[in-house]
């Protein structure tokens, strides 16, 4: 989506901090001063953890600072449980920066950022790019419990406003992001979404109704990550700038909409052209 | 051995045809794009060739998601051949191929012995293009996809047809999903292949048992992985006794151990597909590893070992 593309690489880390700010919710942070230089707001990489039976998980690139970049995690299964084990001093692999990132240029002067559970990763790079360029910021930041909040606070210190909700009632609105969002969203010029399919689903709707132009970052299992295997796609409107000569239609199908990678043309997409 | 010929590296060049490979690792067709994508973290000099993926006659837009299942040890795919069609391929896509510094390998599939025929004379016209890999065993695009590797004779009538419509390297891909892979080999090599690519991924399906419903979009896929490498070992080697061409063995190849099982079984060259995807390294791994057992072996080339634990082994 951006201008910004720099390569991307392999990079052999090493984790040089662990942080568990909730249960069952892990950042692991690298040294990879060339991955920090070469990420741009919204990237993923493919982290692979040293051992015998090597996978490689698909995560958000949540800080990055001067040699230091991160990622957050929520151990759902034995692969993430592996990466989750790891402890300062662990070898890490990471293949990246990958995928477009957000057009965060694209947004206008006052930005909501939506973020459901751990989606908040691949908002704090966004956050900082558009409060370093002027803009405003509004994070909205919803999850199951109080708990599961983690790290609001690190918006709020570089000058975000912050409205949390939860499932359960524990903190903030009892209730969907996206119903604080639907409240306060004719004040933004644009919006940026990480969070599970039903919650970008309705952002797409709070944006549609709205006429507040949205990008969303798409989760989705990968298994190449890089755009070979063609296993990520989500439809999208045929006439989108991110899907240039791909095929429209099968023999005897009719259809308005091509399969575009979401890990090669998004994971960001414009809302309005998803067909989903 | 001499001290000289001890020093020197062991050579691991194989051929397939008219196609000379100076290393024998071949990337899979569907998992590497066309190695581009890839490019950022290997040099693509120090593999032996892409096999690209598969071209049809007409567009294609593939499956409905999801299309991809990791289950124990693999991973289950229904992509269902997306595809901008032989067209827009020629014009669009197949010139950047001339940039790659190794082999390239067009990989055709179609639904009709005349699209084998048509798509394959269309492609292997084109210099860019090193070899044809004709693709007759697809799991994901309805039965008919799969028919052609599955009954000998229409096996033999693809063949034949691709056959007549190129000179270069014609490399068949086989399913596993046959009661009897060394009787289709036997027709396709009789048919005028060249090499024979073994295997193609085994059949599957993952069930969401809280949604009650099949987890891929297709139902059914195609399994990939190191779940499948006995599997594929087996099918070399049952193969390798059946013809005298080359095999490129494939299925869940991960480092050079498992690549070596391939070669002993008498597979010439072997394919990364999956393996790719968790260590875009691998196949540098599995060279330098290949070289590695010929020296702590005292061999001085790769075809001294092709099918060393297969005793009928024909080629």
């Known amino acids: ?93 990471m293949f990246g920066p990958l995928g477009n990132g957000f057009d965060l240029d694209a947004l206008g002067s006052d930005v909501a950022l939506v973020a459901g559970g751990v989606g908040i990763a691949s908002l704090l790079l966004p956050a900082q790019y558009l409060l370093e360029r002027g803009a405003r ?40 992001v996206t ?21 970008l689903r309705a952002v797409a709707g709070v944006a549609r109704a709205s006429s507040v132009p949205a990008q969303l970052s798409l989760e989705e299992t990968f298994a190449c990550g890089v755009g070979a295997c063609w296993g990520c796609v989500v439809p999208l409107d045929r006439s989108s700038a991110q899907a240039p000569n791909f095929p429209v239609a099968a023999p005897g199908e009719r259809r308005d909409y091509v399969h575009a990678r979401i890990c090669k043309e998004g994971p960001v997409f414009w809302a309005h052209e998803l067909r989903w | 051995m001499s001290l000289a ?127 044809i890999e004709l693709n007759i065993s697809c799991p994901n695009v309805g039965h008919e996809g799969e028919t052609f590797a599955c009954d000998p004779a229409l096996a033999e009538r693809a063949t034949r047809a691709a056959r007549a419509a190129t000179g270069k390297t014609l490399i068949v891909k086989l399913s596993p999903n046959v009661t009897d892979i060394a009787e289709i080999a036997r027709v396709v090599e009789a048919a005028g292949a060249d090499a024979l690519a073994v295997i193609n991924t085994v059949r599957g399906m993952s069930i969401d048992v809280d949604r009650v419903v099949p987890r891929l979009g297709n139902a059914s896929g195609g399994l990939s992985g190191a779940a499948i490498r006995p599997i594929a070992v087996l099918a070399v080697w049952e193969v390798a006794r059946a013809v005298k061409i080359p095999i490129v063995g494939q299925g869940g190849i991960e480092n050079a151990r498992d690549a070596l099982e391939f070669i002993l079984a008498g597979a010439s060259a072997v394919s990364i597909g999956t393996g790719n995807f968790t260590d875009p390294r691998a196949p540098l791994d599995v060279a330098d590893g290949i070289r590695a057992y010929l020296v702590k072996h005292g061999r001085s080339s790769l075809s001294e070992i092709v099918g060393a634990a297969n005793p009928a082994f024909l080629g």
């Open chain 2, 5 to 131: 010929s001890a020093a020197r590296a062991p050579d691991i060049s194989t051929r397939l045809g008219k196609l000379e490979l100076s290393v024998p690792t071949l990337m899979g067709s569907g998992c590497y794009g066309s190695g581009e994508e890839y490019a950022p973290f290997i040099d693509l000099a120090r593999i032996g060739g892409v096999v690209l993926k598969s071209v049809t006659r007409l567009p294609r837009l593939g499956n409905d998601p999801p299309r991809l299942v990791p289950v124990a040890s693999g991973l289950l795919n229904a992509i269902g051949l997306q595809n901008p069609g032989i067209d827009s391929y020629l014009e669009n896509d197949v010139a950047k191929f001339a940039e790659r510094p190794c082999a390239v390998i067009g990989s055709v599939a179609g639904f009709s012995v005349d699209d084998y025929a048509y798509v394959t004379e269309r492609l292997a016209a084109r210099d860019e293009i090193d070899a």
């Open chain 1, 1 to 93: 989506m951006p201008a910004v593309k720099l390569e991307p690489a392999v990079h052999s880390t090493v984790v040089c901090d662990r942080r568990e700010p909730a249960p069952g919710i892990v950042i692991l942070g690298c040294r990879a001063p060339d991955l920090v230089r070469a990420t741009h707001p919204g990237q993923f990489a493919m982290v692979v953890p040293p051992g015998k039976e090597r996978v490689s998980t698909a995560l958000g690139l949540y800080e990055a600072d001067h040699d230091r970049i991160s990622v957050m995690l929520v151990t759902v299964g034995p692969r993430t449980r592996e990466l989750a084990a790891l402890s300062p001093g662990d070898s890490l692999d």
């Open chain 1, 179 to 199: 119903e604080l969002l639907l409240a306060q969203v004719h004040k933004h010029t644009g919006i940026a979404a990480c969070g599970p399919s039903p919650m």
């Open chain 1, 137 to 176: 910021v509004h994070l909205y930041y919803g999850a199951r419990t109080a708990a599961a909040l983690v790290d609001a606070d690190l918006f709020a210190e570089r000058g975000a406003a912050v409205s949390l909700a939860t499932d359960d009632g524990s903190r903030g609105l009892h209730g969907y």
